[in-house]
């Protein structure tokens, strides 16, 4: 399980809706046990895999199919890996 950093994923977050890449196998009960804070809700969708072509003859191929994860948790609670400073690093 793994969190989903983007845009989009940081912006639901600040309503309480985190997002994590899961295996496929795991069920809602199992997601919510894995987070380390109260869980109000979790939503879990299969994303297919997209098909690209590789290689010198183009060979067509098939990305995996993925499940994401949509966690609420308690109001008042935040998970740190969310959490964005705001701070850049200045290039000299």
């Given at each position: 399980?793994?969190p989903i950093?983007?845009?989009?994923?940081?912006?639901?977050?600040?309503?309480?809706?985190?997002?994590?890449?899961?295996?496929?196998?795991?069920?809602?009960?199992?997601?919510?046990?894995?987070?380390?804070?109260?869980?109000?809700?979790?939503?879990?969708?299969?994303?297919?895999?997209?098909?690209?072509?590789?290689?010198?003859?183009?060979?067509?191929?098939?990305?995996?199919?993925?499940?994401?994860?949509?966690?609420?948790?308690?109001?008042?609670?935040?998970?740190?890996?969310?959490?964005?400073?705001?701070?850049?690093?200045?290039?000299?």
């Open positions: 399980m793994r950093i983007t845009e989009k994923s940081l912006a639901v977050a600040n309503r309480g809706w985190y997002t994590f890449s899961v295996a496929a196998s795991r069920n809602k009960s199992e997601i919510a046990k894995a987070i380390n804070v109260t869980v109000t809700g979790v939503r879990s969708f299969i994303i297919a895999g997209k098909g690209r072509r590789v290689g010198k003859k183009m060979k067509q191929t098939q990305r995996e199919d993925w499940k994401k994860a949509l966690v609420h948790v308690a109001a008042g609670q935040k998970i740190d890996a969310f959490e964005v400073t705001g701070e850049r690093e200045k290039k000299p």
